[in-house]
């Protein structure tokens, strides 16, 4: 995955309200150079649009770069649930449909903020929760496609 804090060009978060997406790529470009800044625009455009899954995305990611993993985990957390809602599944990762490869949209948000989830207990140092998540992927996205079994082989190398 790009990393799109490093991106030179204005990133494409899809199509959200223009109010949201000009504050998400200020938030961006504010990153580089000052995060609490870009921390206040992704807020403002979450509180502008609770339904941006990408607001709750450049949430965790920032916090997990700055080694905020509380907050990250929290803003995970939310944006995961926000995005269940948005895919009609329910709040507990444990009741979603298996099978979930070949999903898109707001279920496709939901299991890749999941596998972010399991990055960031793992980097808390909850490697039991951070397993637990990795056996709910391995059901809801065997073909691995939102990129788990990279967090399950540093889970693994973590455990060696």
């Not at 990153?31 to 403002?44: K, N, V």
């Not at 509180?47 to 080694?67: N, S, V």
């Not at 070949?102 to 972010?116: M, S």
Request: proline fraction near 6%; glycine fraction near 8%.
């Amino acid at each position: 995955m790009t990393d799109i804090f490093k991106e030179a060009e204005g990133v494409d978060f899809g199509a959200l309200p223009g109010p949201v997406d000009t504050l998400l790529q200020q938030g961006v470009v504010a990153y580089r150079s000052d995060r609490m800044r870009a921390d206040r625009l992704f807020r403002a455009a979450l509180d502008l649009a609770p339904e941006a899954l990408a607001a709750y995305y450049c949430l965790y990611k920032i916090h997990t770069y700055m080694g905020n993993l509380d907050m990250a985990r929290s803003m995970a957390l939310a944006g995961m649930e926000e995005a269940a809602r948005q895919a009609g599944w329910p709040r507990d990762p444990q009741l979603w449909p298996k099978n979930q490869s070949q999903a898109e949209g707001p279920a496709r948000f939901a299991l890749f903020t999941l596998k972010a989830l399991s990055f960031i207990e793992l980097k808390r140092g909850a490697r039991n929760i951070a397993e637990g998540h990795l056996r709910t992927l391995a059901a809801l996205d065997p073909a691995g496609s939102v990129g788990w079994p990279v967090i399950a082989a540093l889970a693994q190398g973590a455990a060696a």
